[in-house]
């Protein structure tokens, strides 16, 4: 069966470090992948997205996410966070019927 | 232009009683989703429907469980003889075909 895992379940930095939110996917054929984002009191939004092209994707707010294919990984990365990251991030597969699997979230507290 | 909408907010029922829970999708989206995600996990897909046609209900738990999109707009998740263990938040996300998936701020349900 399909799963998503991911490795860090909270992440605690302070403003200005770099954030990096581990992603690994088990399927083997040709996989889309998503990084999701909720912000307290918010609804889960799209983050950035890879479907085929250039493995380096960047998404809104900074975010960039790299696809490795012999690692089956589809890492986060942000180079400087800032307070306003703080929200539980969910990396989210599908093989291209539409049903998407989700990891359990990595909840991020990033310190002012 | 609105969101995807849900309602209602919150259910609290009891066990053994039967509950509907509402999704407005986005207008013009083909695409609606449903997923259930329990504390601390991420969404767990439950069914896709394109157009007026589940497309994929293979997420769906039980036979206690069913939706319905009859004119291909709203849709409704309905659990009969709801058990304690169904308490969670059922998500509602809608999309065009492959595209994004643009979530609701879900539905509570608790069963006492």
């Known amino acids: 069966a399909q799963s998503v895992s991911q490795h860090n379940h909270h992440v605690i930095l302070s403003e200005a470090a770099s954030l990096e939110l581990g992603c690994n996917y088990s399927y083997g054929g040709t996989v889309n992948l998503f990084w999701y984002v909720q912000y307290p009191g918010q609804h889960l939004q799209l983050l950035l997205k890879?479907?085929?092209?250039?493995?380096l994707v960047k998404g809104i707010k900074g975010f960039e996410a790299e696809f490795i294919k012999s690692k089956f990984s589809f890492n986060l990365r942000k180079p400087s966070v800032q307070w306003s990251d703080t929200a539980e991030y969910f990396c989210a597969e599908n093989t291209g019927g539409f049903k998407t699997i989700f990891g359990a979230g990595t909840r991020l507290f990033v310190k002012a | 232009g609105a969101g995807v909408s849900q309602t209602p907010s919150n259910k609290v029922t009891e066990k053994g009683k039967y509950v509907e829970l509402r999704c407005d999708p986005i207008s013009g989206h083909t695409a609606l989703y449903w997923y259930r995600q329990s504390l601390g996990q991420g969404p767990e897909f439950l069914i896709y429907f394109q157009g007026t046609g589940a497309a994929d209900d293979s997420g769906l738990p039980n036979d206690r469980f069913f939706a319905v999109r009859p004119e291909g707009s709203v849709s409704t998740l309905k659990i009969q003889r709801t058990e304690r263990g169904d308490s969670a938040v059922y998500l509602c996300?809608?999309?065009?075909?492959?595209?994004?998936?643009?979530f609701g701020p879900g539905t509570r349900l608790t069963v006492l």
């Open positions: 890879y479907f085929s092209g250039d493995p």
């Open positions: 996300a809608s999309s065009l075909l492959g595209n994004e998936q643009f």
